[in-house]
């Protein structure tokens, strides 16, 4: 019936619109990289309009009218809103939103794959965070550069020394991504970062299979997202003590280097202190690679499983030694400054350990720690919260024993709690998003929070198949490439107004204009840490596109993270959720 009175509403309409202006009109806020021709559409007009009709216009002739919303104030700023739903056009094409008095929108796109570059590239912006070797022009493009830091010739810092590796020993421990604008590498924060990563795979196997991005590797037989993870595993292994197990803090520098190009500084390079985020963060990475990569490359996988077991043994040990960069500078020289991911907190760590050690062995030890932390409050992943990947673990596990139905079970129910409470709260945000249920969402990193709460609800998508779920995760993927208070799509090189200047050493010294491709910034902060004047500094809207910003335009890997989860997984999940038909 709704089919009718759109077609009857388009035969009625003229095939121009009288007084039509040609005027851009930053106002009117969608997502840049355009719509599936069967999902929810809709546009978000940010200022007061008198008129209530809005405009779908393809080649200068009218395909579709509707009225725009109520008008509704947001929470977090002082933005007023009228959303203008066009989810009835399913016709492929390129069209521009027309609001009388307005103007009109950019042109954004219907298609069956609208979503497919967004995923590629946020996977391909780990190849430019790759440290030690040369970035050829063939996969790079005008970004390529030569190799980065070797890492071959790494001190053992005096915080981190013991009676094998003494102070100034040194150890090679080359590769690894970058892990933000800066140039040191982090095992905390790869943990969450490959965790996601791995999880991505698990969750969408043959979609991945058939996923290229164009790098060195993707002319072997092993899925590019994997091979993507490979060059950062290898790096883990060697921040692990092979005399006990344990793994070292970061690769560092004392210092953050300048804004400089990778291959230029030549300071000394450390590791730091061993600690029990490090090792456990570490024990669930290589755990969920052991079964992962087993079939591609098993005597990886093996080391992987082994490597997992020691760094379980070394965390016993030590179960809760903090990596304490400020005790450790009072005590050993250099000072290391660069950032610290000092987790004090080890439940969550435990966690996700015991449950990716328990998948992969079948080990009932690691079962009893799952169950010991199940009383503990669960919250959306950060890198210092990770308990929520051991539940997505648990629930994708195949074949497991009947001795964990209750527990699996208390895990879902609290999964789609979660993500219950998400949805209930969309539909009165001013922007109708999953994203800006509360002032908290607008953290340091809270485009992260967008992306990880539209991973949740994936995973409530994928335990029900209740359509709402991932409509709701297709909100914060509308959040993230453009329908937000800021008017732009926070990754790179992505939609006609993303970032320019992020705060990503490689892309302010390389001499190109655009930025390096497929990196998530951080979003709007209103801690505003940089000290950098923003022109707005509400909520929604403490964002600036300034290389210096790095409260609010930083990149890191742990960001990018569950953006290549949401957009690639809502892409392998299109036809099943109805947004595609069969072609």
Known sequence: MLKNKVALSLLLLPAALPGYAQQV???????QAGFYPYAPKLAVVTIPVSNNPFYIIKERDTVFRGVLSEEKTSAWSATKTRIADFSALTTAGSYIIYVPATGESRSFTIGNDVH??????????YYYQRSDMPLEARFAGKWHRPAGHPDTQVLVHAGAASTVRPEGTVIATPGGWYD?????????????????????????????????????ESADAIPDLLNEVMYNLRWMLTMQDPADGGVYNKCTN???????????????????????AAALDFAAVTAQAARVLKPFNPQLADSCHKAAAKAWAWAKAFPSLAYNQEALNKTYLPAITTGPYGDK????????????????TRDPQYFTIV?????????????????????YAMLRAKNLPASTTATVTFMRTRVLDIANTYLEKAGSSAFRTVMGQSARDFIWGSNSVAANEGVLLLNAYRLTRDRKYINGALTNLDYLLGRNATYYSFLTGTGTQSPMHPHHRPSVADGIVDPVPGLLVAGPNPGMQDKVHYLFT??????????????????????????????????????????????
């Open 25 to 31: 009109a930053t106002t009117i806020r969608l997502n």
């Open 116 to 125: 497919r570059p967004v995923g590629i590239a946020s996977l391909k912006g």
């Open 180 to 216: 933000a604008g800066d140039y040191n590498k982090y095992i905390v924060n790869s943990g969450i970062t490959m965790g996601t990563l791995l999880a991505a795979y698990e969750d969408f196997p043959d979609y991945f299979k058939q996923l290229p991005t164009n790098i060195p």
């Open 254 to 276: 004392a210092v953050f280097d300048g804004m400089v190009m990778p291959g230029v500084t030549k300071a000394p390079r450390y590791v730091v202190a061993k600690g029990t």
């Open 345 to 360: 907190y080890f439940n969550d760590e435990w966690l996700w350990a015991a449950a990716e050690l328990y998948i992969t």
């Open 371 to 391: 169950e010991q932390h199940m009383s503990d409050k669960v919250n959306l992943p950060a890198w210092a919260d990770v308990a929520m990947l051991g539940y």
């Open 538 to 583: 509400a909520p929604e809207t403490a964002y600036i596109d300034h290389d210096q910003a790095y409260a609010s335009n930083e990149i890191a890997i742990n960001w990018n993270a569950p953006m290549v989860y949401l957009a690639n997984g809502i892409e392998a999940l299109k036809q099943a959720a109805g947004y595609v038909h069969k072609r």
